[in-house]
């Protein structure tokens, strides 16, 4: 399904929903202003609302309203999947063999309704039998109560493909189970990695809440992303404050640790003591390995070390890195460590006595 614009007339809000077959290339035009307003794919509703599986004729769908946009997707939904075709939405009207199939609607501001203001049944392309249509990808949906379901037999040690097999018995068929046991395998996997994220991130910030309890110099702060969970958090105790203000005139800024299940990059700040030992300076886990993202952590380093600035700093060559640390410490000397350029030289050079001597 292709998002398309649409002028706003006859007393319609500028925003509407547009739906195509996943082949289609339909654009809409632009606005009489030259501005366009987003429009939405939608799908088609179920046999509740007298769908008649035949291809209907134009004059009989446009003009017909929904009350929301749900009832209006789930028109063209049951509709595409009784015909045979797979639908998409996009907010660009792409092109997929130049089908022109479509299914347009636009909101009523006065009346609260969406109205269908563009329908196009005709395919240019081969529909797919009965027996097919559940396996089209825009027919793979797993509920929310299938994976409740699943979440809970999983819990009770079924696994999943006992679980999916439950589902096929209770829906009479693998037909009208609705999805395959890939979509149900990927649907738990994602699940299980929300519910690990967040259940970490609460018992991460307890932790270090407590830990601050105990500890008046304790620090940490961290950000939250778009969807509010857990971004960036850097935190260090007092040891490593006391320690930075004697030995922090060199600082290694290190984020080569990948190993965790996140896949977050684990920083280290650290540096060496008078017995050259190595001293814990601060860490941090990030979002990523962007310039906004070391710039923020930098700049939380300093504020939690009392802005005390080192005198020279050692890390792996990072682009992203080397940009935040010019920009936060401009008059600290930034030296690429040593180790990284020999295991570098290592991995990349061939030449066994060239590397020798190196």
Known sequence: MDRGVETSKGGCSDSGYLVGCERSSHRAPATESGHMSVEHMVSQSSDDNGVDMIAPRKEDVIGKKFKTIELAEQYYMSYAKGIGFSMRKDKLAITRENCSAHFWVGYEKKRDVYVVRNFEPHHNHQLVTPLESPYLRCNRVVRKFDLAQAVGMRRALFRTCQT?????????????VGFQIKDLYNNLDASR???????????????????????????CKFSVDEENRLG?????????????????????FDSTYKTNVYDKPLVLFVGSNNYRSTVMFGCALLQDETFETYKWLLETF???????????????????????????????????????????AQNNLKDDEFLRNF
């Open 193 to 219: 990695r929300e519910i690990l994220l967040d259940g970490d991130t609460e018992a991460a910030l307890r932790y270090l809440k407590a830990k601050g309890a105990m500890d008046p110099e304790f620090f």
């Open 232 to 252: 960036n958090l850097f935190w260090r105790d007092s040891t490593s404050l006391l320690d930075y203000i004697a030995y922090g005139d060199v600082l290694i």
């Open 302 to 344: 300093m504020a939690s070390m009392k802005d005390k600035k080192p005198i020279s700093i050692l890390t792996d060559g990072d682009e992203a890195m080397r940009k935040a640390i010019d920009d936060v410490f401009p008059m600290s000397n930034h030296r690429f460590c040593s180790w990284h350029v020999s295991r570098n």
């Open 164 to 176: 999916y097999e439950y589902m096929v018995d209770q829906s009479s068929g693998y037909l009208n």
